[in-house]
């Protein structure tokens, strides 16, 4: 069974200061994907990493894949207060075609 | 396009009795996903379609849960009988691809149930 950690799953953090979640997971994969959530609305996608090394940036969000570590990483520069919410990242396994298993998410508070 | 369409987004109801969840995927989807999240256990999937036909049920609880997709563009989740721990807030979502595949998870707004 695919489990996906991540961490911290509490982070309270001040406007301006940089910080990474941390999305580890327990069988090889290819295919990983963050999503954020706002209280009491819906998952909206962020970023889709296919491949060892990929890295992708929005903004002040960057996020990266290394297959090998099996970890995710996802990059908060500057943060601002709008950029608070819950991040989730899904991992996909079975070669593409069989499952998604998300991790518990990461609640972040961004404070002025 | 206006994303993927759930109905109801609040639903309260009383033990006992039946629950319907409506979802409308994104045109030209091929793939449907009911999720239920919760505090508890986070999100979980339930059963996802491809092409209309169930193919992964395995994260339905019960059952009391049953999903079907009649068409391209409906699919129901119903929970008869409902219980109080089937509160929760259930998505839907579609996509392109298979879970894992190359294009991302499109959500719905979610349906908020309470069972009292």
């Known amino acids: 069974e695919l489990k996906v950690e991540q961490n911290p799953l509490f982070l309270s953090m001040q406007e301006g200061k940089n910080y990474t979640i941390y999305c580890n997971y327990s069988?090889?994969?290819?295919?990983l994907y963050w999503y954020r959530q706002d209280p009491g609305k819906s998952l909206e996608s962020l970023f889709v990493?296919?491949?060892n090394g990929a890295v992708k940036q929005e903004g002040r969000l960057m996020a990266s894949l290394d297959t090998k570590a099996r970890l995710s990483t996802l990059h908060i520069t500057a943060a601002v207060h709008d950029l608070s919410a819950t991040y989730f990242c899904?991992?996909?396994w079975g070669g593409g075609a069989d499952g998604l298993t998300f991790g518990k998410g990461t609640h972040l508070i961004i404070q002025p | 396009d206006a994303g993927v369409i759930q109905s109801p987004r609040h639903e309260v109801t009383e033990m006992g009795q039946e629950v319907t969840l409506r979802c409308k995927p994104i045109?030209?989807?091929?793939?449907l996903f009911w999720y239920r999240q919760t505090m508890m256990r986070g999100l979980e999937l339930l059963i996802y379609?491809?092409?209309?036909?169930?193919?992964?049920d395995s994260g339905m609880p019960e059952d009391r849960f049953s999903a079907k997709m009649p068409n391209a563009s409906f699919s129901t989740l119903k929970i008869q009988p409902s219980e109080p721990r089937d509160s929760a807030v259930y998505f839907c979502?579609?996509?392109?691809?298979?879970?894992?595949?190359?294009?991302?998870?499109?959500f719905g707004p979610g349906t908020r149930l309470t069972v009292l």
């Open positions: 990493l296919l491949s």
């Open positions: 379609f491809n092409n209309n036909v169930p193919i992964d």
């Open positions: 069988t090889t994969s290819d295919r």
């Open positions: 979502a579609s996509s392109l691809t298979p879970p894992g595949g190359t294009d991302t998870q499109y």
């Open positions: 899904a991992v996909g």
């Open positions: 045109s030209g989807h091929d793939y």
